[in-house]
């Protein structure tokens, strides 16, 4: 991943190409979106942003998000329940999702999948796979307590 002060130029950068204003809560909503390795939707996002600028609207920040994904600074990662989640991370990797709480992690797995260049008539651009099952947290509640 690009160094954090690069990709927030480069953000910078596109919003001023796409005639955005660059206001500190849409800075800061990439910087949390950034920061978070648990793949937020945009409510937890918003959320987080309030804790810093009280009179952000979640518009402003769906916008955010939806410019970030446009200039490919974000990725939609998944839908789990109703709500997209969203991933700073714009490197090829793959994510192990739980099952039961939801929660996504970023995996990187060595073996190549090895997926020709074509497949059905669509070139491929990329691929990722999603492993699921019970994280530790989950595992632990599972057990039945003695
Ligand atoms: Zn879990
Ligand atoms: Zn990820």
């Known amino acids: 991943m690009k160094l954090k002060e690069n990709r927030l130029e480069a953000f910078i950068e596109r ?35 309030k804790k810093r600028y009280p009179f952000v609207s979640l518009a402003t920040v769906y916008r955010t998000v939806e410019t970030l994904e446009q200039v490919g600074l974000a990725k939609k990662v998944c839908y789990w329940g109703s709500s997209a989640r969203y991933d700073a991370n714009t490197d090829d990797h793959h994510h192990i999702i739980c099952v039961g709480c939801g929660a996504i992690r ?22 990722s796979v999603n492993v699921y099952g019970l994280c530790p947290d989950c595992r632990q509640k599972a057990q039945p307590s003695t």
């Open 106 to 127: 970023d995996i990187y797995i060595d073996r190549n999948l090895d997926i020709p260049p074509e497949v059905d008539g669509f070139r491929i651009s990329g691929y």
């Open 15 to 49: 919003c001023r190409q796409e005639g955005l204003k660059i206001t500190p809560q849409r800075i800061a909503v990439y910087e949390i979106l950034l920061g978070s390795k648990s793949h937020p939707t945009v409510e937890e996002i918003y959320e987080e942003v």
